[in-house]
Each structure stands twice: as C-alpha cells, then as structure tokens.
C-alpha cells in the first residue's frame, strides 16, 4: 500500500479494495453454501407455491449477513495504546513473535498471515501502526474456489488472541513507566 493509501485507509477507517476484497470469491462461498437448498427445493416432485416462498425467504435471511460481512471486512479497527510509534512497532513485533504468526513490515504496516489449520495459511492481519494507536483488520484469505461464509466468524478468535497479548503488552509497558 502507498502512503496515501494507508492515510485514505486510516480517514475512512477501511482498507482499500484487494485481492481478498473480491465479491465474485463471497458469491461463490454463498452459492455452494445456499445452492444445494435451492436447487432440492425446486427440483422436487410435488412443489407448492408456499414452500418455494419458505425456501426463497429463508435463503434471503439467511444469505443476508454473510453479504453484510463481505461489505464489512475491510473495516480497520482502533486499539488505544498510549505509546509512542516507535514503542507500538516493538510491542506489534513482539506480540506477532509471541502468537509465531509470520509477518512482514512495510512503512509501519505488519502484514500477517496467521495459520488456520496446521500451518495452512487461514486468515490475513493488516496492522497500521500510529502513536497512541494502533489500527489493525483481520480477515479469511480463502481460497482459489471462494471465502465461504460459515467461516467468517474464525477470525474473531483471532482478534480476540492479537488483542489480549497486547493489552497485556501495554499495559506491563505502561506500568515500568508509571
């Protein structure tokens, strides 16, 4: 990402449009995951306009929220600090060594393949780091086929873990400085 990416990123508090971003990969994931349920209810036998109106709301229901997180996965996050740029650099690394999640630096931004399974590369964690504040995303990566949607929710588990090492890290940091 340029510079004026990350400054646009950090104003509209959402990452800029990426390979991970492509709504043909969240259409496909839908489809495998909702396809069956079409395909059984319009291929029965004996059919009746009220189950094809069932089928089709409980496929919009249900559909709905996996479309709201393809159009919310981009969000960056804030987490409060305290510290300096240059002491969130350190903190960032070390908490990512801590966690053996792989990552590379780029002008203060941690790209970070976390594994999923094994060492299967599951998700991916942009972290913008700033005084006072970090901003960070964490996302599915997918695969070839498609990010399907059941799998959305995995990556607040990792969230939850990135976080509570840091806020253990900044606050044991805080504290020999207070």
């Known amino acids: 990402m340029t510079k004026e990416q990350i400054e646009n990123a950090i104003v509209n508090k959402k990452l800029p449009t990426d390979h991970i971003s492509n709504p043909s990969q969240v259409v496909f994931g839908s489809i495998f995951l909702f396809g069956p349920l079409l ?23 249900i559909g709905l929220p996996f479309f709201y997180f393809s159009l919310t996965d981009r969000k960056l996050k ?21 966690l053996n999640w792989h990552f590379k630096t780029e002008h203060g931004i941690f790209f970070v393949d ?6 299967a590369i599951g998700f991916l964690m942009i972290v ?9 995303n964490v996302r599915n ?7 399907l949607p059941f799998f959305f929710g995995l ?6 873990v ?7 890290r900044t606050t044991a940091a805080l504290q020999k400085l207070g």
């Open 114 to 119: 976390i594994p999923f399974i094994g060492s």
């Open 39 to 61: 395909l059984l209810a319009f291929t029965s036998a004996s059919i009746t306009r009220n189950q094809v109106v069932t089928c089709l709301i409980c496929s919009v229901v």
């Open 141 to 147: 990566t997918g695969g070839m086929r498609g990010r």
């Open 78 to 98: 804030m987490f409060c600090t305290g510290q300096s740029r240059h002491q969130n650099l350190t903190t960032v690394a070390d908490t990512l060594d801590e």
């Open 155 to 160: 990556e607040t588990r990792k969230e939850k």
């Open 162 to 168: 990135f976080l509570h090492q840091m806020e253990h």
């Open 128 to 136: 913008i780091v700033r005084d006072n504040t970090i901003y960070y």
